[in-house]
Structures are given as structure tokens and as C-alpha cells.
Nanobody
Framework: QVQLVESGGGLVQPGGSLRLSCAAS????????MSWYRQAPGKERELVAM????????IYADSVKGRFTISRDNAKSTVSLQMNSLKPEDTAVYYCNARRITPYWGQGTQVTVTS
């Protein structure tokens, strides 16, 4: 049974930091491209960051470049998103995604950036 379980969301002030984690199970993690998406109220889900299965460079949405860093640990089947210098516009539900052929999704974790 495939599972992607996100954690680490919460409430933070502008300029603050959060680290999201996604624990994967039920598939061969190292074979999958891993991504973080987000969806703000009233908006479409958008790609935030993606990291290849093995090697290669991560890619980021322009809106988060220089502030967010995606990383993965294939030995632990986890992918993380370090978010720094958070802005109110980063407020959204963040979803972990695994993709090879069929995409898998986590349940999402809320990130709220407000003063």
C-alpha cells in the first residue's frame, strides 16, 4: 500500500522558516521523482520544487527560488522541503508527490504565514 505522509506544517510569521517532511512507503522510493506542490485557497495546485530520482538538479518555481530547498534521503525514503524567508503568499496546503508513471499524493499539510 502506497503511503506519503507529510509533516512539519504550521503557523509562522513572515520571514520565518519551516521544514516539511514526507515519509514514503509501499513503493521503490529511489525510482521516483519526488516533488512538493502547494494549493492556496481559490487557486490551482502548483509545483513548488522537484528533485530527480537519482542525481540531477532540483528545479524550483520562480516564486520560491533562493528561499526553498528540496532534498531527499533514498535510504530513509523521505523527501524534505526547507522553507526560509517565508511570505504570506506562501500560505497553502503543501502536498508531497511521487511520480514515475502513476503519480502518488500525500494528504497535505497546512502552512500559514501571517503576522
Amino acid at each position: 500500500q502506497v503511503q506519503l505522509v507529510e509533516s512539519g506544517g504550521g503557523l509562522v510569521q513572515p520571514g520565518g522558516s519551516l521544514r516539511l517532511s514526507c515519509a514514503a512507503s509501499g513503493f521503490t522510493f529511489s525510482n521516483y521523482v519526488m516533488s512538493w506542490y502547494r494549493q492556496a485557497p481559490g487557486k490551482e495546485r502548483e509545483l513548488v520544487a522537484m528533485i530527480p530520482a537519482v542525481g540531477g538538479r532540483a528545479i524550483y518555481a520562480d516564486s520560491v527560488k533562493g528561499r526553498f530547498t528540496i532534498s531527499r534521503d533514498n535510504a530513509k525514503s523521505t523527501v524534505s522541503l526547507q522553507m526560509n524567508s517565508l511570505k504570506p503568499e506562501d500560505t497553502a496546503v503543501y502536498y508531497c508527490n511521487a511520480r514515475r508513471i502513476t503519480p502518488y499524493w500525500g494528504q497535505g499539510t497546512q502552512v500559514t504565514v501571517t503576522s
